[in-house]
């Protein structure tokens, strides 16, 4: 494969830029997130649980210390953290028939992670797991949450195919009371919310996608009853006959496609933008290797090094070396090579660009190496900056097309025109089939309250969606004020590290813990905010320098908003100023001070 930059021509940067333009003009459309359809009422059996039999049990009228709403990475972290705090009266409340978020969720063939295993799963030095392969597959991933689950006692409690409903703060009694769909009404003396950004699947709104009348399922559904297989990779020989559709090519489908391209009868992959397919290079972990490096305190090392060379700006040596380390290196290189007095945030913007035209071309070259079709090669180029959609790193999924049942649907940009009873209509052509797989992902630019499925009723009755009209406003992205002994375990308003978003999750969870066993030892029951607090965070965050992510020029994906003005509200979507580094030290440093400035104790 040669995608050596020596033996390409020099790049053309206007007419790349005209050509980027011009794809994302034919992509944009005025219904921006509207174009997708909740999946509820007769669409409601798409959300359905495949894995997991629901158990019947008497409602819960109790009293617990910690209540935390979500089973996935956040849940579980700050269970942990509170468990070695001392506090282990925790009830997670998971709307799953597990742990596991995400990963219990998402079990579609070739699921994985892309951020490494070494600094991506949660308490691996805690649990003593050592991750198999530097890109771990889902199931390992589910097993590290049922693993966490076990070790601190956290199943005891949990309420599991449960969704909360209501969460009301009982002023006088200084609690929560929370209600559920299981008709549980119990308290909880502090609460902590981590339902995650990407759990409520969508499917696209397309003409007709309630008259198909073969089978269909989202990809966060997989039903191997079905396809047959396994998520361990197990062949799907059920669809050895079948013609299948899967309609998305998004980072779920690059996953899949190699999957159902090794079984399918016939496979039409259905995109509307390709994706950007980098190296995968994934390989197994060497017990040895690990042995030598796992002593005490490896996992935060290994952390810090990764934060540092993705958002600290500071260049370490790079350990992780993985997509995300790359990309960042990458563009540190363009830059370092300005002269000292050339580097002005001009000069540097433009060295960044310079690196992504230079990635970009490398990733397109890719394709032409590897897709043995010209013309299906010209199809899967993607034409954006790197940034702009969620970059997909890929060892088979290009390969993929060179398989004679795999046929690549490109619509140009236009999406699929028609779902009828026996298929799919693109370009006027009825592609029959006897399952359409969505994977369409999830919703992402809704409110708090509709993705979590429930609003909060703090102090004199204030809700959560009236604090966030204009946006979210927290300290660190945990503490909203107004919602005394609430916290919200989330990236936004802290370190805002996409890239690796446990990490986040891990450090809110051990502040969290921190102030609680605070408020213990000392006999206080109401842990608030001051609105100055909140404030002062809030101005701070806001004279940042904004998104890093969402740019209008970019062809229209949830990074920003489908294309459509965001809202003053995402202004307010951003992270510490000084980067992730910056942060971790900072909150490191405050919740240890053991003064919790800008919090009150009561
Ligand atoms: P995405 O939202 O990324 O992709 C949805 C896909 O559906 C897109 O290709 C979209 O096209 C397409 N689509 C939407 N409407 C239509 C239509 N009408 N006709 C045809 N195609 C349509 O969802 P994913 O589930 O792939 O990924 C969601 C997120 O989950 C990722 O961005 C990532 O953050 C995370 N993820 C992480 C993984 C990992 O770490 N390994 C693996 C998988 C997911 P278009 O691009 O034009 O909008």
Request: aromatic content about 10%; hydrophobic content about 35%.
């Amino acid at each position: 494969m040669t995608t050596d930059a020596a033996t390409r021509p020099p790049i053309d940067k206007k007419a790349l830029l005209a050509k980027y333009i011009a794809e994302r003009d034919k992509r944009l459309r005025p219904d921006g997130n509207d174009q997708y359809l909740r999946v509820a009422g007769t669409l409601a059996h798409y959300l359905e649980d495949p894995y997991t039999p629901r158990v019947e049990r008497e409602p819960k009228t109790d009293h617990v210390t910690f209540a935390f709403v979500g089973g996935g990475f956040a849940g579980l972290v700050t269970g942990a953290r509170l468990v070695e705090a001392g506090i282990t009266d925790v009830r997670i409340v998971e709307k799953g028939g597990d742990f596991g978020g995400t990963w219990y969720w998402n079990r579609y063939p070739g699921a994985q992670c892309d951020t490494a295993s070494m600094i991506y799963m949660p308490l691996l030095e805690e649990t003593g797991h050592r991750p198999t392969e530097k890109y771990a597959h889902a199931p390992e991933i589910l097993e590290q949450c049922q693993r966490i689950g076990r070790q601190y006692g956290l199943y005891d409690n949990a309420l599991f195919h449960t969704e909360v409903e209501s969460l009301v703060w009982e002023d006088e009694q200084n609690r929560w009371r929370i209600t559920t769909n299981r008709g549980d009404s119990f308290t909880a003396s502090y609460i902590g919310l981590g339902t995650g950004p990407l759990h409520v699947p969508k499917l696209p709104g397309i003409a007709g996608i309630e008259t198909f009348k073969g089978h269909s399922f989202h990809t966060s559904r997989w039903d191997y009853d079905y396809t047959g297989g396994d998520p361990r990779g197990g062949l799907m020989t059920r669809l050895a006959d079948k013609r299948v559709a899967i309609i998305g090519t998004g980072a779920t489908s690059v996953q899949a496609v190699p999957h159902l391209a090794r079984v399918c009868g016939q496979l039409y992959v259905v995109q509307r933008t390709p994706s950007s397919i980098d190296v995968r290079a994934n390989q197994p972990i060497d017990p040895d290797w690990f042995a030598s490096i796992a002593t005490p305190g490896w996992q935060k090392r290994w952390l810090e090094n990764f934060t540092a060379n993705q958002a600290g700006g500071a260049a370490e040596e790079d350990w992780v070396m993985d997509g995300w380390t790359d990309l960042s290196r990458r563009i540190r290189a363009k830059i370092m090579q300005l002269p000292r007095e050339e580097m002005t945030p001009r000069n540097m913007l433009a060295a960044y660009e310079d690196s992504d035209f230079e990635k970009m071309e490398e990733i397109r070259a890719r394709v032409d190496a590897i897709v043995a079709d010209r013309e299906t090669a010209q199809k899967l180029k993607a034409w954006y900056r790197q940034l702009c959609k969620r970059p997909c790193f890929h060892d088979a999924y290009l390969q993929a097309f060179n398989n004679p049942n795999a046929r690549l649907v490109d619509t140009d940009g236009k999406g699929v025109e028609r779902i009828t009873e026996k298929g799919f209509v693109v370009a006027g052509v009825e592609y029959e089939v006897d399952c359409i797989i969505y994977a369409s992902g999830f919703e992402v630019g809704t409110d708090f309250t509709r993705r979590a499925g429930f609003d909060l009723t703090g102090v004199d009755g204030l809700k959560l969606s009236q604090a966030w009209a204009e946006g979210m406003k927290t300290k660190h992205g945990i503490h909203v004020h107004g919602f005394p002994n609430a916290f919200f375990v989330q990236p936004t308003q802290g370190a805002n590290l996409i890239s690796n978003v446990p990490h986040n999750l891990t450090e809110a969870g051990a502040t969290i813990a921190r102030i609680i066993r605070h408020a213990q030892d000392g006999g206080f029951k109401r842990v608030d905010v001051t609105r100055q607090a909140q404030d002062a965070w809030v101005e701070l965050l806001l004279g940042g320098p904004g998104r890093m992510l969402g740019s209008p020029d970019c062809t229209p994906g949830y990074y920003n908003n489908e294309g459509q003005e965001p809202g003053p509200a995402a202004k307010l979507a951003v992270g510490y100023p000084a980067g992730a580094t910056a942060y971790f030290r900072y909150l490191d440093s405050w919740r240890n001070s053991g003064t919790f400035e800008g919090l009150t104790f009561s």
